[in-house]
């Protein structure tokens, strides 16, 4: 539902332009790990509402945002995709190293970083701050999940730990808005104290006292255990490479050497600095530099491979000993007991399908009352505005067209919202990263990683954020398998559809009690949407990419929690929000056209004609018969046939399109009530019903499989960066479609039913 994302990325050139017109703009970046809250304290300190969640991997783009302190004062905060190391391993943690590393294309005058850690979770977050600090760019640490730490028995020094990396921390609690005002006066601190001219150490001139001196930088070797034995040695040993990208890049003394470092220590780092280099001859340089390295470390007889983490490592592990203390609570456990049963390998599917059918039996039960609320609403609106409007095509348009076409999709809300409601439950829980866990063995045995997992299960609220998220994958074909299949996860704007069919088709038995037969036939067609993209994930990795090596998915998994429904009802009208403004555009502006469609022509006889026939000869009318014989083996008529040509444009609008045909053959005061109109439908020559349980089938299965959404198009055009996959994506979802439904209806008729 996320359409608004749309806007982004794109004219993130546009801001950065206006931004740097404004002179002395300061920037300041938030990073660190993934998961450890770095979006939460982003919104505290902005005022924005930027997407968290219970799992790494929500934040997928550079999100930008102004700080004002008390006197006034600014800086820009930049909230970045959370990343372990300096060494990208996919999309989303490949901006934030080029952002830090001065590669990015945007210009950026950065004077602090500030690192959200993990309080819990501080041994691993460390590494990064290490390496952080060998940028040689001011850093500062806000000491997030304090809370966590405390109640899972961490105790940390923090002063203790603020002297010996030589950075200012402030302890936070984002969640709770805890230390989010220190945090800020720290910040702006920090920045004023810093008044080195703004740009990079070139312009800060030769002898000045550039950010490698800055206080935050400790002198390199003096923090590395092993590398104090090591000495001078090691320093010598890296200089050429340190030379190297002294020579070219941007990166000031320290980070110089670190790099050098990480480059010896690691082929995927020097990977990523060649890719970075047009000049083949400068790459070869590296690569050249990085060998004689490499043989000079052999020599020493020091391990070059991993050399980086293993100083690290010892630095840190030191570290940790001195400043902090755990005791080890029942707390702590409780998430490892309840992952006992939740991930167990026999009774943790079940769980999952047991957890996800009762959601979608609760969606249609608790919806009921809500939605019969709406229908009257919107009946009584149609019923008024009729009555106060003059007899004409301003009424007809309104209460037939605009009312009739919205009102139809807006009654589906309520089930909209526990979606979503639900949805977001489960991810606050940690429960959803817990299904991710299970997940990862099916997704296995397609060819695929864990790591698709989260971005389809994002995809069951809406493709648009789930294709987004797939720049957490690191393998180019895993995501692109991913992106091309998470169409086929149940979105949000397929419920009204399913909802409306299974509502009007399918009794409301009581099946084991909890279940009735209408909620399961929910789960089932969001089980199929699955199992469908898992045959389509199996052939496209037959078809296009036999030689991808699936990458192993470690997925650290959040610890369980209360829910708080603070949270998760925002969440819930936030995305509410973005559907109804659609509803509220291409809806009605759909809506408004077809109504037009199917009231003209209007000849001289019209008047005489039975509004069947009016609407027949309608250009509507003619359009849907044009294409029936394309879709009568499919047990479509001519009304659904105009309903699938406008849903191409979003799924939902078939709903609207519906309505508004109805109530143009209608005509009356009364808004017609669709899921009766849909029963009532008689053939008028042969009396039978149109619309069978059959149809009925037949027609949801077209819409779980066709790719009937415009924005899904151009976010995946803008991912993939080329028109060839999205029109692979059109293609292939609509024949999938046409022969599933083509299947279901025709198998159907063989075995008696309809
Ligand atoms: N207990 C606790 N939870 C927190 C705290 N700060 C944030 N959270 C929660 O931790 C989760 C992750 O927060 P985010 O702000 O999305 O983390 P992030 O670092 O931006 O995550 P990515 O973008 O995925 O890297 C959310 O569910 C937050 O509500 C805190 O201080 N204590
Ligand atoms: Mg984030």
Sequence with gaps: MNRFILNHPLDMAETTDTFAARESVTDVLLVG?????????????????????????????KKSGIVTAPDGATLRLHDMPGMYSLTPKSLDDS?????????????????????????????????????LIDLGIPVAIAMNMMDNAVSSGVHIDLDALADHLQVPIVPVIASRQQGIDELRQMMFDQVNRDTRPAGSPEEAGPGSSGPASSPATVSFAERFPRRRLL???????????????????????????SEA????????????????????????????????????????????????????????????????????????????????????????????????????QSIFSWAE???????????????FVYQFLPAGLLRNLLVDGVIAGVGAVLVFLPQILFLFFFLALLEDTGYMARVAFIMDRFMK???????????????????????????????????????????LMSCSARLPVYILLIGAFFPSMTILGVFTLQGLMLFTMYIFGIVVAIGAA???????????????????????????????????????KVFVTEAGQIILAISVVLWFLASYPQPDDYDSMTSRSRIQQSYAGQLGQLIEPAIEPLGFDWKVGIGLITSFVAREVLVSTMATIYNVEEADEASVDLRSALQGETDPETGERVYTPLVAVALMVFFALACQCMATVAIVKRETNSWKWPIVMVLYMTALAYVGSFVVYQGGLLLGYG
Aim: with cysteine.
């Design 33 to 61: 790990n993934p998961n450890t809250g770095k979006t939460s304290v982003f919104n505290s300190l902005t005022g924005l509402r930027q997407k968290t969640g219970n799992y790494p991997g929500v934040t997928v783009e």
């Design 95 to 131: 901006i934030a190293r080029e952002v830090l590393i001065g590669e990015a294309d945007e210009d950026l005058d950065i004077r602090l970083i500030v690192v959200v850690a993990d309080a819990s979770n501080l041994n691993r977050n460390l590494y990064l701050v290490t390496q």
């Design 231 to 257: 000495g001078g040695l090691l320093d010598e040993a890296l200089s050429p490479a340190a030379a190297w990208f002294g020579e070219h890049t941007n990166l000031n003394e320290v980070a110089q050497t």
């Design 261 to 360: 470092l990480r480059v010896t220590s690691s082929d995927q780092a020097l990977q990523t600095w060649m890719d970075g280099r047009q000049d083949a001859s400068c790459k070869e340089d590296l690569k050249r530099i990085v060998e004689q390295t490499r043989g000079r470390l052999d020599e020493m007889q020091v391990p070059w491979r991993m050399l980086e983490t293993i100083l690290r490592y010892d630095q840190i592990d030191e570290l940790y000993s001195k400043v902090v203390r755990e005791d080890r609570s029942a707390r702590a456990s409780l998430s490892v007991r309840l992952d006992r049963v939740f991930t167990h390998r026999a009774a943790g599917p079940a769980i999952v399908l047991i957890v996800f059918a009762l959601v979608f």
């Design 369 to 383: 009352a809500p939605m019969t609320f709406i229908e009257d609403g919107i009946g009584a609106l149609g019923a």
């Design 445 to 487: 045995s397609m060819g695929l990683s864990g790591h698709s997992v989260m971005p389809l299960l994002s995809s069951f609220a809406c493709a648009i954020p789930g294709i987004m998220a797939t720049r957490t994958i690191s393998s180019w074909k895993d995501r692109l398998i991913t992106i091309m299949i998470a169409p």
């Design 538 to 576: 199996l052939v496209f990795k037959q078809l296009f990419m036999k030689d991808a090596v699936s990458t192993s998915f470690v997925m650290e998994l959040p610890p369980y929690r209360l829910p708080s429904l603070k949270w998760v009802l925002l969440q819930m009208f936030e995305r509410a």
